[in-house]
């Protein structure tokens, strides 16, 4: 099993309306993508100088099932709203 960790930091110009959008495809994730066993998501609840905003926490079955993920239409669909508004994004894939 492997996990995809990403963490976020978003411009101002990621406003809740299109957090709203964003979270909700997120949801839409778990179930629906082959090789996706599990996802979870969450804004930092801290605050600290060194959180970022927001966190994507997913398990997959294999390192190839990442990349299956990553193209998947539903994946796709919410990029346009994360990417344009991340100041900063950090990814991190490991083995359980």
Known sequence: MIRHVVLFDFKPSF?????????EGLD???????????????PDVLGLERSFDHAIVADFET???????????????????SLPNAERVVSVDFVL
């Open 15 to 23: 406003t809740d309306e299109i957090r709203a959008a964003w979270t």
């Open 63 to 81: 390192v190839e099932d990442i990349a299956v993920y990553d193209t998947h239409p539903l994946h796709e669909a919410i990029k346009p709203y």
């Open 28 to 42: 839409r994730l778990e179930g629906n993508v082959p090789g996706l066993v599990r996802l979870s998501h969450g």
